[in-house]
């Protein structure tokens, strides 16, 4: 098999950084056909990521086979995302879904890749930054084979035609997660519960890369967009996946003034600890309203069936797929849960779909640059490297007509501005 030749000739590539999905150690199981489950938009049951498990597959009416691969599974909200999305396009396009969860950012990447295309599949996705570099191998040695990857960076400059990646513009969505957790601050202060300088919102992030840094701080400009006097302190854990430490950081938010929490990280930890101290949350990736209906308030999410479904159509009709895909809220790629009307202010929903106007038809910019401060002044200038091709020379300089153009350069995010009113803690990440 090409596996095996590929492994002599390749050896074990070195462990690559996370991204997000956290990582985990286990073991790659042999493939096994099973039913595919329903659909389910429930929160995850909290619980430590399993053991590598075996592929899942669901029939096809095409003959077609995709293959996907998860650094955790369903009990993660970041994977399980994706995990319903691969599903739900699958079967709207009748190919068949192959599965494997729990497969670490290592050479077990690689080597399910090679399972899959030696399986027939004519894509494999892998849905955590730290695959990329072993999703890049397998693409070299199966050049008949589609290979997609979400959250890279590197489809741009590594000159191969079968290697590609995608994400999405959901700093927007969190900037509309932020304007319901505003209008949530300023119903508190209408109340009584807060006056406006306690205002202050923590985050709990999983690392300090661009992808988190752009996340919260969207987030934060879409609170400040309502409630002027609004703070912001963020907690890095170190992980993408760990219960334990997100609700422990969601603690020490709570415990140095936080009255409102949000989340870049993928566990229940966090809005566990908002229910149990009553205290509002803003979730990512997916309601967590059945396990938090008393703190719940919405949770903004990529929705990935319509790169799926994009990808399939593309090998379908022999199109070439765009090797770096940006999906927006007009792609139905960017979304919001339903509302927790119990808990969020009143009048949230309106004003998330007037805000969302605005987002659509560019009279609102998450990174007005007139809307924030560095260090105290207008940040009028920014060279990011963003690598966007083979003949990368300089970096690209990424703030015109008013506005940090994120995502527009490639799609990862490259917004990693540290701005005035949010404080960060547990750097070391």
Not at 10 to 33: D, I, N, Q
Not at 366 to 388: K, Q, R, W
């Amino acid at each position: 098999m090409k596996k095996i030749a590929a492994l002599i000739l390749t050896g074990v590539m070195a462990f690559s950084l996370a991204a997000c999905g956290g990582s985990s150690a286990s073991t790659a199981a042999p493939a096994e056909s099973t039913a595919a489950p329903a659909e389910s938009t429930a929160a995850p049951a909290e619980s430590t990521p399993a053991e590598s498990t075996p592929a899942e597959t669901a029939p096809a009416a095409s003959g077609m086979k995709v293959g996907f691969i998860y650094l955790h599974d369903e009990n993660s909200t970041y994977d399980n995302n994706f995990i319903t999305g691969a599903k739900a396009a699958c079967e709207k396009l009748g190919v068949e879904y192959v599965g494997k969860t729990n497969i670490p950012e290592s050479n077990e990447c690689y080597e399910a890749a090679a399972d899959l295309a030696d399986a027939g599949c004519s894509i494999v996705f892998a849905d955590s930054f730290g695959h990329e570099s072993f999703m890049v191998q397998a693409a070299e040695e199966f050049p008949e084979v589609e290979f997609c990857h979400a959250t890279g960076t590197t489809a741009h400059t590594v000159g191969l035609d079968n290697f590609h990646n995608a994400f999405a513009e959901i700093y927007n969505g969190r900037y509309l997660a932020g304007v319901a957790a505003g209008m949530k601050l300023n119903e508190m202060i209408a109340n009584g519960e807060i006056t406006e300088d306690q205002a202050k919102m923590g985050y709990v992030g999983a690392y300090t890369y661009a992808e988190v840094i752009s996340g919260y701080t969207s987030f934060y400009l879409g609170a400040k967009s309502v409630c002027p006097s609004v703070t912001m302190e963020v907690q890095f854990t170190g992980s993408w996946y760990d219960e334990t430490l997100e609700k422990e950081a969601a603690e020490v938010l709570l415990k140095n003034g936080c009255v409102l929490i949000s989340q870049h990280a993928d566990s229940m930890g966090a809005p566990t600890a908002c229910e149990n101290a009553g205290v509002p949350n803003v979730s990512y990736n997916g309601s967590t309203q059945a396990a938090c209906p008393n703190t719940f308030i919405v949770s903004s999410r990529i929705n990935w069936e319509p790169y799926f479904e994009y990808i399939i159509g593309c090998v379908m009709n022999g199109e070439a797929i765009d090797n770096d895909w940006t999906g927006t809220i007009e792609t139905d790629s960017v979304l919001l849960t339903e509302i927790n009307e119990a808990v969020a202010a009143e009048g949230t929903a309106e004003k998330i779909e007037e805000v969302k106007a605005g987002l659509m038809d560019g009279s609102i910019h998450a990174f007005d640059t007139s809307l924030f401060t560095v260090n105290g002044e207008e940040l009028t200038s920014y060279m990011a490297d963003v690598d966007t091709d083979a003949a990368y020379e300089a970096d690209t300089e990424v703030i015109a007509d008013g506005y940090f153009h994120e995502s527009e350069y490639r799609s990862a995010p490259y917004f990693d501005v540290r701005i005035d009113g949010i404080t960060t803690l547990n750097e070391k990440y």
